[in-house]
């Protein structure tokens, strides 16, 4: 699936994403795909594809202005975001008006799902009752970012660990599901025994991070337990 | 789809269950069907149908030689069975051997699923080490039944709660993680916000216990995920 880069701009600064349109006849749901702490790696690019294979109009959002990161860089980035819920939302209802702006997405249909940082992403966009119908996490962290307003919650939520994911505390968990309850929310936790963070990601075994780990298997229950939310909302 | 009553015996115990046979050509997958506390009700015969509609060949096993129980004397016999976790085994295994028997069964492609008490019967043939690929539990119970042994679990087990359900307290979730790491299986757990105790059954608002409930959504959901399971197992 051919990905065509799309930049846009938040506040004076400049942001690349990454359109894939795989719309058949007409306007298809569309999905924003928001990455994880690294920014826009190769992982998340085979996301959209996939997503586009699956029929609909996928766009990997860009929360920093710049792609594939370093470690120290990543953290320094995301540290800024976490800082800044505000600043957080408003990169993401860019990119969000982006998907929905393309000529085959059907602007009623969109989604969020998000991959570590990015599910951290998707909660937001849920807390802030953007127009998105569904927000899912894969490994996401449960961490709010300073200044976020706790709201009713009107998208499904549909979140996915791994039970020993170490960015993961259980007090964490607890903070998530007392949230969801309070927002009123329609929510799922789904739990992966012997799982670790990052398990979608193929390129993750080769950073050697304790407690990180591909599994495929997880991988793929997770991403068919997303399609069935899609295909549930959509 | 056609239920064709079953009678088998165990320790002199007459037991009747139900058979579906949903194979279209050569043989196809069994699933043995566990039922709720009150014993096999209308609940339990039409998940037995929804199972051969799928293809499968479906059994609803009994574990007390009578069926559809009021309270009183449903709860005397979960209790006899939950005192005495040797006894669940047999009868569970004698129902998986009539599935297992049937002309139209795969015989190496078996799976158990079970609601409430169910799942406890399910969990209890994966640690017996039953020819089963999977376990899959709709609002289980976490509780063990006395005598209950600790191996290694083979079968793959999906269990899937609601948030709300009073019948599983947060010590018994944690109590069936810790088993599920300590026999090194191959474990999902799925939470469901918002969701009472017996979920699937659309009969139980009428009896009006406080924390049960049907949903028609999680009762969607929870069935897509066990397909999707059977799938990956079969």
Redesign the interface.
């Known amino acids: 699936m051919n990905l065509v880069e799309h930049t846009y701009e938040v506040d004076g600064v400049r942001l690349t994403g990454f359109l894939a349109d795989g719309s058949t006849s007409g306007a298809a749901p569309g999905v924003l795909v928001a990455h994880e702490a690294p920014g826009v790696t190769n992982h998340i690019k085979r996301r959209v594809g996939m997503l586009a294979e699956c029929g609909f109009v996928a766009f990997a959002l860009d929360m920093y202005g710049q792609a594939d990161l370093p470690l120290d860089a990543a953290r320094e980035q995301s540290r800024r975001l976490m800082a800044d819920a505000a600043l957080m939302r408003r990169r993401a209802r860019a990119a969000l008006e982006v998907l929905a702006s393309q000529a085959h997405c059907d602007a009623s249909k969109l989604a969020v799902i998000g991959f570590c940082l990015g599910g951290i992403v998707a909660l937001e966009l849920a807390r802030d009752r953007a127009p998105i119908l569904c927000a899912v996490g894969f490994h996401p962290g449960f961490k709010r970012p300073a200044g976020s307003a706790s709201e009713a919650i009107a998208a499904k939520?549909l979140m996915m660990i791994g039970?020993d994911d170490p960015i993961v505390p259980a007090e964490d968990r607890a903070s998530f599901?007392q949230e969801?309850?309070d927002a009123?929310?329609?929510?799922?936790?789904?739990?992966?025994?012997?799982v670790g963070h990052s398990y979608t990601n193929q390129d993750i075994d080769a950073v050697g991070y304790p407690g990180f780990g591909y599994n495929v298997?997880a991988d793929?229950?997770a991403w068919?337990?997303m399609l069935?939310l899609l295909d549930?909302v959509f």
Do not use: I
Not at 184 to 194: E, K, M, R, Y
């Open positions: 939520v039970e599901v969801m309850k009123g929310a329609d929510w799922q936790l789904h739990v992966f025994g012997g298997q793929r229950r068919s337990l069935a549930e």
